[in-house]
T-cell receptor
Framework: GDSVTQMEGPVTLSEEAFLTINCTYT??????LFWYVQYPGEGLQLLLK?????DKGSNKGFEATYRKETTSFHLEKGSVQVSDSAVYFC????????????FGDGTTLTVKP | ETGVTQSPTHLIKTRGQQVTLRCSSQ?????VSWYQQALGQGPQFIFQ???????GRGNFPPRFSGLQFPNYSSELNVNALELDDSALYLC?????????????FGPGTRLTVL
């Protein structure tokens, strides 16, 4: 079945540092890929998405490129801020099972001033 | 445009009891999915409803059941609660059209089973 594997956390960075959170996936079809962010005490918010190979999703300075050859969708940001501290989830949604999103276990990011 | 809302925010139950959680989907969304998020883990798919019919189910026992109403709001019912049912329950609605697989999440209901 479908699965998503994220790099283990937590990740602690200083403000303005470069961020990479790795995500790889396994899917039988041609999934759409997503990054969600969860702030303390809140639900998940869609951060960015990509629906086909080589697509790049971007939002709020975050980027991720859909790499079919390496089955990866790594999240990057050039300069993190304290306000980026949150839990980040990589997820996929497969056309063959459009109702279901499969999530990774999340990576906790803490940015220190 | 009103987002996805869930009620109650928090709930405490004892083992063996039954619970009903509620969700109002975002305006114009006719698909609702429910997820269970245990502490420190990613959300796990419970089931989805589309136009009042169940449209997919994850690996959850039959004591997890749901409903969707004509206004597309939804309920999640859990019978015979177990300690392991303690989690954050998330509802997500999806639009039709090109963004059908994009999910909009509510803030969740925190269920504690004692």
């Amino acid at each position: 079945g479908d699965s998503v594997t994220q790099m283990e956390g937590p990740v602690t960075l200083s403000e303005e540092a470069f961020l990479t959170i790795n995500c790889t996936y396994t899917a039988t079809g041609y999934p759409s890929l997503f990054w969600y962010v969860q702030y303390p005490g809140e639900g998940l918010q869609l951060l960015l998405k990509a629906t086909k190979a080589d697509d790049k999703g971007s939002n709020k300075g975050f980027e991720a490129t859909y790499r079919k050859e390496t089955t990866s969708f790594h999240l990057e940001k050039g300069s993190v801020q304290v306000s980026d501290s949150a839990v980040y989830f990589c997820a996929l949604s497969d056309l063959t099972n459009a109702g279901k999103s499969t999530f990774g276990d999340g990576t906790t990011l803490t940015v220190k001033p | 445009e009103t987002g996805v809302t869930q009620s109650p925010t928090h709930l405490i139950k004892t083992r063996g009891q039954q619970v009903t959680l509620r969700c109002s989907s975002q305006s114009g969304h006719n698909t609702v999915s429910w997820y269970q998020q245990a502490l420190g883990q990613g959300p796990q798919f419970i089931f989805q409803y589309y136009r009042e019919e169940e449209n997919g189910r994850g690996n959850f026992p039959p004591r997890f059941s749901g409903l969707q109403f004509p206004n597309y709001s939804s309920e999640l019912n859990v019978n015979a609660l177990e300690l392991d049912d303690s989690a954050l329950y998330l509802c997500a609605s999806s639009p039709t059209g090109d963004s059908y697989n994009e999910q909009f999440f509510g803030p969740g209901t925190r269920l504690t089973v004692l």
